[in-house]
């Protein structure tokens, strides 16, 4: 009877593994991929989560066994105080795994992180993010950022498809992390730094932009749409966005204060 017990130990990592297996089919792993370096960035997802369940169906399948095996026979188990051999392999086999992580992601963390190696940016903005919006910024007629004329927008980012676009992502306050999804961006926002970022939308469509750091009571408010459109599209916006702004200066300067 305890050796049934024991046996109920293994539909949790049947159940596991039939998930697994089940996942990409159904669609219940990430949300659709939209940037040009989205398939390297899952590719290496998916190497991981194949490494971390061998590993775990070695552990789970040794861990069922053991208690199946010396279940019963009221033998107690026995104090080992070191094992040099044991100790050598469960040191070295992560250190390996790990090793091998790191040699095997640097060409994909080359081309997405080390500004150094970015594309020539077709569109370039700055994102501040702050308790609880980002402020999205892109250059206005001159084509300068941090100048007059820029063109401001909250919580809403709009692209053209197909260009190179860079961001210089900053914080007003606390740490938080740009998250688009479907690009396959996550990069902190530290105050003090202008750290850039870069991604090319390959699919038109409204995708969500989100905070991935913890920072204060309002933090599932930062909950922004990023547009990709056509370039048309893009500039027609942008244009709209331009007189708009304009307007509401000439507004301002006529209300008497
Ligand atoms: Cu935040």
């Given at each position: 009877m305890q050796k049934l017990w024991s046996l109920l130990f293994l539909p949790v990592p049947i159940f596991c593994v039939v998930l697994f297996v089940m996942a990409p089919s159904y669609g219940w792993w990430l949300p659709e991929n939209a940037s040009t370096f989205g398939a390297d960035v899952d590719h290496l997802f998916n190497v991981i989560l194949w490494i971390v369940t061998i590993a775990f169906v070695i552990t789970e399948l040794v861990l069922v066994y053991c208690l199946f095996r010396y279940t019963g026979h009221g033998n107690r188990a026995t104090f080992i105080h070191t094992n040099h051999t044991i100790e050598f392999w469960w040191t070295l086999i992560?250190?390996?795994?790990?090793?091998?992580?790191?040699?095997?992601?640097f060409r994909t963390w080359a081309d997405i992180k080390v500004a150094a190696n970015f594309p020539n940016a077709d569109v370039e903005m700055e994102v501040l993010a702050g308790q609880f919006e980002w402020r999205i910024r892109y250059p206005g007629p001159d084509g300068k950022l941090a100048t007059l004329d820029d063109i401001v927008s909250t919580n809403d980012m709009h692209v053209p498809v197909n260009k190179n676009v860079k961001i210089i992502l900053r914080s007003r306050d606390v740490l938080h992390s740009l998250f688009l999804l479907n690009m396959r961006v996550k990069q902190d926002a530290v105050p003090g730094m202008a750290i850039p970022v870069w991604f090319n939308a390959t699919k038109e469509g409204t995708y969500d932009i989100t905070c991935a750091e913890l920072c204060g009571w309002g933090h599932y408010k930062m909950r922004g749409r990023?547009?990709?459109?056509?370039?048309?599209?893009?500039?027609?916006?942008?244009?709209?966005?331009?007189?708009?702004?304009?307007?509401?200066?000439?507004?301002?300067?006529?209300?008497?204060?």
């Open positions: 992560p250190a390996g795994i790990l090793i091998f992580i790191a040699v095997y992601q990023l547009l990709v459109q056509s370039q048309a599209d893009f500039t027609t916006w942008l244009a709209e966005k331009a007189e708009e702004q304009e307007a509401d200066t000439e507004t301002a300067a006529v209300v008497p204060r």
